[in-house]
DNA sequence: TAAACTTGCGTAAGTGCTTACGTAAATTTT
DNA sequence: AAAATTTACGTAAGCACTTACGCAAGTTTA
């Protein structure tokens, strides 16, 4: 299929299903050929009997990894057929056990020869291969089960946003976008103090001119999130007004403004990084400890809605 | 699922699919992660659109790989849903041409993004990988080519019956059996002869007191073949008298009762065996064919059925 | 001991494809 | 030019499962 080609590994899924059909569409014929009348998707159901005696419908769906629907289904149709019996469990009324006919089991030993045949034009199809399809299936479905693709795909996909992410330093048309961001979170979680109004209205005065830096990030011609260093002392620098717009979260935007301020901390001659938040928002207390952050007590802090205090020495 | 690892690898095909489930159920969550409200069955569609800017019904089915019916279904949903409009070709009024909408145009931006990041996590997940899932699909979707599951098996079933088959020296008491099996092929396609009965009714003179022999083949306690070597003279035997019940036919009695044949005339220090056919037998032919007879034009026979002659030199 | 939950099962409906079939248009054969 | 065949498409129904739901029977909790 040239498709398969052109879409590239991306169509795995379908080649799956597709080889999957090659092999199982046989199936049909096979038992034809070995002269039992039954539909290829009672195999399972019926190999499973013939390990047990009897056993219950839903029993039957976790050994062959169906649902209980599904042999519930098929137990009908061999039922009509005569390749089972049902009996209703004396203990446990809802229980319906299932065992094989004298036809099922005649038809049973049937399978068992073709059971052998299939094994045996499997192993041989196998031994003439040399990319091993079997064990590569286990470890795809490991790897699946370690990290689905859902998983793996929402990682690329933030990789991706995360390079179209661009970070740039303050610049005075930033004014106004600064206070909003972080106006906007603030509000939403409390409510805006007298001292958030003294940095936001005037970041030159308050954070740069006093020999700190704000950066802002750009994603798609548009500013989404900030965050400034305070210069409390030569060696100690606060970490504050980190902001990103809701629109623009999941791109790893705060990891890369935090990276950002660390690195221009470093470049000031700083040897602490500070930090006030509260524990309310959580996915910044996670930020903070991914870049390196640690709880600590210090002074108290002139914001009310400061619960935690957090240093990163550089 | 611990009934793959008991039924073994002829639950390859249930295991195909299962993997191929595992990767496609994702996919519907994913879309909507991108904010594109698609079906995942339409993604086939969709990105061939993206490639030809208009394309009739069956020409899609083709580049994709499925039957004109699926993806006529399919456009039908995503015509309902303003993603593609269609237009009659002008010159062939049987021919529906589709097109994306300015909506379906840019749904496939979208699906663009998600496309590069789905191939970068199944291109990392396969980075990850040692065995090589997708060249072993490959493989096995040639060897499939070369020849079909099915005829793997039905190969596998030979082989097995085939080695439940004894051939055993002729018995006074196969006399009866003897003189059955060839009267019930000749009848078939031709009428006894004089000749016929002379050796049918007296083999132990005509064949073996002669200096030939008799084979019977045995499968689960019947006879259901015999084949003869007569003496023509010290250095030349004729096959004949082969024959295998309809019943057990497609298991290799043929070659064995041959092969059996071959073996005893060498021993009996014979250096040609010959042997007399008719053409309306094909199977016969293609056996003696394979057994390394090659057709000669020989003096005339007594039985008026034969119209070939062939020859092996031992 | 009643109420709430869990378990086992059957039935219905959905899924994403397929095959089967019918119709109209185009093309080839007679 | 009529008849037969092929092509393009739509619709219906089937396949082998699934999820959703409801009922009855058991078990746990309050």
Redesign the pocket.
């Known amino acids: 299929m040239d498709f398969y080609n052109k879409v590239g590994k991306m169509a795995i899924g ?1 080649r799956l299903r597709g080889l999957s ?1 090659l092999i ?1 569409t046989d ?2 014929q096979l038992y034809r050929i070995y002269g039992v009348d039954i ?3 009672w ?2 159901v019926f190999y499973s009997l013939t390990q047990t005696t009897e056993n ?4 039957i ?1 976790i050994e062959i ?12 149709e061999m039922a009509k057929q005569g390749f089972v019996t ?1 009996r209703k ?1 004396k ?7 299932v065992s094989l006919t004298d036809k099922g089991k005649a038809a049973a030993m049937k399978l068992n020869d073709q059971h052998k045949d299939v094994s045996a034009a499997i192993n041989r199809a196998f031994s003439e291969s040399q990319y091993d399809l079997w064990k590569a299936i286990e470890e795809w479905e490991y790897l699946l089960e370690q990290k689905s693709l859902l998983r793996r795909v929402q990682e690329e996909k933030k990789k991706r946003e995360g390079s179209m992410v661009q970070i740039v330093d303050y610049r005075p048309e930033h004014k106004c976008v600064f206070k909003q961001l972080n106006e906007e979170w603030i509000r939403q979680y409390f409510k805006m103090e007298e001292s958030d109004y003294k940095a936001l209205d005037h970041p030159d005065e308050y954070i740069i001119a006093n020999g700190g830096h704000i950066f802002m990030a750009v994603y798609e011609g548009e500013v989404v999130g900030t965050c400034a260093i305070i210069k409390m002392n030569d060696k100690k620098f606060e970490l504050a007004k980190m902001a990103v717009s809701p629109r623009a979260q999941g791109k790893s935007i705060g990891t890369l403004l935090g990276q950002a301020c660390i690195k221009k901390a470093k470049e000031l001659g700083a040897g602490t990084l500070y930090l006030e938040s509260n524990t309310l928002l959580k996915p910044a207390i996670n930020l903070y400890l991914k870049l390196g952050f640690q709880k600590i007590t210090g002074p108290p802090s002139p914001y009310e809605r400061s619960n935690i205090q957090m240093e990163l020495k550089l």
Do not use: L
């Open positions: 379908s059909d199982t199936a049909a539909q290829p998707r195999w399972p219950s419908i839903t029993a769906g990894g169906q649902t209980h629907a599904s042999v519930s289904q098929v137990i009908r049902e469990n203990h446990d009324k809802r229980k319906n056990f």
